[in-house]
């Protein structure tokens, strides 16, 4: 079973940045898609940004022009970069992989989510 394993998450001021790893314990195959999702306190859990099988990236309107994923297939790994922090960026911030199985059936990963605080 893939495990991900998030890094980068901690406290900076608005406005400052941080930039978020994720890296796959084995090697990813038929993959879907991979990509960042944050939960903020008392809040449900939602999409940032992703990447799709392909290499296309989509990234949700509100973090549009700050954050940019990426990914390095050599290391299994994807990554976001986030500028221009603002403190409603503030959470905890998920990776997830979703691939499919022999079957064409989807499987979905998650990481154990690093913190993300933004203060003003």
């Known amino acids: 079973q893939v495990q991900l394993v998030e890094s980068g998450g901690g406290l900076v001021q608005a406005g400052g940045s941080l930039r978020l790893s994720c890296a796959a314990s084995?090697?990813?195959?038929?993959?879907?898609?991979m990509g960042w999702y944050r939960q903020a306190p008392g809040k449900q859990r939602e999409l940032v940004a992703r990447?799709?099988?392909?290499?296309?990236?989509m990234h949700v309107d509100s973090v549009k022009g700050r954050f940019t994923i990426s990914a390095d297939n050599a290391k299994n790994a994807v990554y976001l970069q986030m500028n221009s922090l603002k403190r409603e960026d503030t959470g905890v911030y998920y990776c997830?992989?979703?691939?499919?199985?022999?079957?064409?059936?989807?499987?979905?990963?998650w990481g154990q989510g690093t913190q993300v605080t933004v203060s003003s």
């Open positions: 990447i799709i099988d392909g290499g296309s990236t």
């Open positions: 997830n992989l979703v691939v499919r199985d022999f079957d064409g059936r989807e499987l979905g990963y």
């Open positions: 084995e090697s990813i195959v038929n993959m879907n898609s």
